[in-house]
């Protein structure tokens, strides 16, 4: 009896604590961490440590070095853990010129600093050609001990995470994703005052538990690497497995409406000039960078009609009728609602409605939002579309601003243009409408102040042209239909047992819809000048990204992980057109702005996708278990490539979500918030690992039950990428 016990109960109590943070993060607020580390929280983990050491202790000689180590390296890191809990930390705010040498901590109390701090000043840095902020910068003189600083001095910015021996008396520079250290105290860029001339800074003092925790994520990446390599582990008893014969899957390891009457708007088409492709051209301060108005006008179109256009009208016409035919336009039903299709003054009346019935659900908000979005447009606050070069900044201005009538004056003039020789020079292009020339004397007078600021015209053609290519092409609907429809194709010759005959066409058609991806990627990430992958749609496309690439590296030899190759990417690039994410480009925020970024969401949208790929082969599995006599083969390999994919996935996962832990810490000075993400992707990984355990939980050998647990865990996935995203929020939430 006593020997069951000590077998099954770590497991258990791993369990309940898996089950008391899914609770948690539903009932609990964003930020409140008391849920998690409250007292029977921290024994439960105690306990899963003495009682999952025990266990290890009685099975060592069976479990191999890698093996062992693994675990170890999860009790490092919850006595880390455990370190830290009782670590202090509080806010400092100072004023330019201000001197403090305390903290203030969540309660109130005071935390003394053995060192005083003078914020001398703060300034933001901002985008290029932009003002969107690229970084906080606070510069600030220590004053006490000898101290040991990782922020740079002034005038070495470069040299931000050099440790180095400072005076007693030193200068430093601290921002976002540089840290400042101070006799082991780390201070981080939080945030600053409204009249940029004060900042606060969080002050965190933790010597013991940051140093354990950082020793057990390194211990367990090295031992999870070892582990795949481990004569005595089962993944190496996967690997010799005598189905492999006939496949090779060792290359998986390399992939990484009808309108009434015409509404007035600028002509397009080639015959004498085409006003609407020249308006589109120009350049406007949009989503904190310079982009072109025709995607400021897509986006415009997209959040009251649904589509790309309206009717015989193009997004550019669409948004040049509301500015400057607003009359016209108010008539026409192209506000998408749920109470259908609607125009302005329709929608203005049933809002009216909902406020006196105070029903203001979220329908009404999104109506809200939609007539919000065209009177704000015709006030002028967001055509930024004048810039102006003050000292080394670019300033782009309103025609509120520059024009003594504001936007009235504006488009009065617009509208009044006359024909015949409006600017001189428009004869050399053949062109001579006068409303065509506005824009064009627009175009040319940006390209000369973004000349001043160090941009090329070059440079700015190529991104004009990367821009249109992207906007007009890039639609990821043809590739998601083409990809569904060819994962039910092949799933049907799977089940008909013909997959293997059209692999080579599957493969083809899948490389097609690779090189479309990987095009809308490239041209995204040229645009940005950043990899796409800061939002919820260019994760989508990360993810059908990596599924192609598994099908097409994997497919020839595998024919089994084509449909699920189609149906993961087709359904992903679904996901990204039904409008479910924000696919505007827009500048990484500051604290994105880190190597980090990149490594954390590469090895999370891996281990996702992966694990999609899992949850596909099991839900065939349990298809064809029903003819299992006919399915035999097909079914032990579903299973076997099922068992090989588990490891390397959850190990990504685990590695991705410390990777993302040590960026925390290194960007606000705490490793684990219990974010909503943090804390499901915790539970995703413990529901994972459980599938490890076949000797400890010995109905995990058998096929059927095992791939019935892992179709079941891909809920977690889901409630990981998505729940969080639209139900619970947080720091990692991309909804909205």
């Not at 002509?267 to 000039?273: A, C, F, L, T, V």
């Not at 300033?395 to 009044?416: D, I, L």
């Not at 039910?488 to 997959?499: D, G, H, I, P, W």
């Amino acid at each position: 009896m006593g020997e069951k016990i000590s077998k099954y109960l770590p497991f258990v109590v791993l369990a309940i604590i898996t089950i008391a943070l899914a609770i948690f993060s539903v009932v609990g607020d964003a930020g409140d961490t008391f849920l998690y580390s409250n007292p029977f929280m921290i024994l439960g983990w105690c306990s899963v440590v003495v009682s999952a050491s025990f266990l290890i202790f009685k099975k060592r000689k069976k479990m191999g070095i890698p093996a062992i180590l693994i675990h170890l390296s999860f009790g490092i890191i919850l006595v880390g853990a455990l370190f830290s809990h009782f670590s202090e930390s509080g806010i400092v705010h100072l004023r330019e010129g201000e001197t403090k040498d305390y903290a203030i901590k969540e309660n109130r109390d005071v935390m003394k600093l053995p060192f005083s701090i003078t914020l001398q000043k703060f300034e933001i840095e901002y985008y290029h050609l932009s003002d969107a902020p690229k970084d906080f910068v606070s510069y600030v003189e220590t004053h006490g001990r000898a101290s040991h600083g990782r922020a740079s001095q002034e005038g070495r910015a470069s040299h931000d995470h050099a440790s180095q021996e400072v005076s007693s008396s030193s200068t430093h520079r601290i921002s976002m994703n540089k840290v400042l250290d101070v006799d082991g105290y780390r201070l981080f860029q939080t945030s600053y005052d409204e009249d940029c001339n004060g900042s606060i800074l969080t002050v965190a003092y933790d010597p013991v538990g940051t140093g354990i925790t950082y020793f057990g994520y390194l211990l367990l990446t090295v031992s999870m690497i070892l582990f795949l390599f481990g004569k005595r582990c089962y993944f190496r008893q996967i690997l010799r497995d005598p189905l492999w014969k006939t496949f090779t899957v060792l290359l998986l390891l390399g992939v990484p409406t009808l309108i009434d009457a015409a509404p007035r708007t600028f002509p397009k088409g080639k015959e004498n000039s085409n006003v609407a492709e020249m308006f589109g051209r120009v350049r406007i301060l949009y989503n904190g960078r310079v982009t072109l108005m025709e995607t400021y006008a897509l986006d415009f179109t997209r959040k009251l009609t649904g589509k790309n256009s309206y009717g015989e009208y193009d997004a550019t016409q669409v948004l040049a009728g509301w500015i400057f035919a607003p009359e016209d336009w108010r008539k026409e039903k192209m506000i998408k609602s749920k109470y259908g299709m609607l125009d302005f003054d329709s929608a203005i009346e049933m809002l009216k409605k909902g406020m006196v019935g105070k029903v203001m659900t979220k329908d009404f908000d999104q109506l809200d939002e939609k007539i919000g979005l065209i009177l704000d447009l015709q006030s002028g606050n967001p055509l930024k579309i004048f810039p102006r070069k003050i000292d080394s900044l670019i300033v782009w201005e309103t025609p509120s601003t520059v024009f003594k009538g504001g936007m009235q004056e504006f488009v009065a003039r617009v509208n009044e243009s006359t024909d015949a020789n409006y600017v001189k020079y428009n004869k050399f292009h053949n062109k001579y409408d006068g409303l065509w020339g506005i824009w064009y004397g627009i175009n040319v007078d940006q390209s000369y102040i973004l000349n001043q600021g160090g941009e090329s015209t070059r440079t700015q053609k190529l991104k004009a042209y990367a821009e249109h290519v992207y906007n007009r092409y890039c639609n990821t609907a043809p590739l998601a239909y083409a990809s569904l429809t060819l994962g039910l194709l092949s799933f049907f010759c799977l089940l008909r047992r013909k997959l293997t005959k059209f692999r080579v066409g599957f493969s083809i058609a899948s490389a097609i819809i690779f090189i479309g991806i990987s095009a809308i990627i490239g041209i995204r990430a040229f645009i940005s000048g950043r990899f796409p992958m800061s939002n919820g749609y260019e994760t989508m496309l990360f993810i059908s990204w990596i599924a192609f690439a598994t099908t097409i590296f994997a497919g020839i030899k595998i024919p089994l992980v084509m449909p699920a190759g189609f149906f993961i990417g087709g359904f992903a690039l679904l996901v990204s057109k039904l409008g479910m994410m924000n696919p505007e480009i827009t500048p990484l925020m500051p604290v994105l702005a880190s190597p980090w970024m990149s490594i954390h969401v590469t090895l999370m949208m891996l281990s996702y996708t992966f694990f999609a790929f899992m949850a596909f082969n099991s839900a065939a599995t349990l298809v064809m278990a029903r003819n299992r006599a006919e399915h035999q083969d097909t079914i032990s390999r579903l299973v076997l490539l099922n068992r090989f994919l588990l490891y390397p996935s959850t190990f990504m996962l685990a590695i991705g979500m410390f990777i993302g832990a040590v960026w925390a810490n290194e960007s606000w000075g705490s490793y684990w918030s219990w974010d909503p993400k943090e804390t499901w992707a915790l539970i995703t990984m413990i529901i994972y690992a459980m599938a490890f355990h076949r000797e400890s939980i010995s109905w995990m050998k058998r096929d059927l039950p095992f791939q019935t647990y892992l179709l079941v865990s891909f809920g977690a996935i889901i409630m990981t990428y998505f729940g969080v995203n639209y139900l619970l929020g947080g720091m990692h939430s991309y909804a909205g």
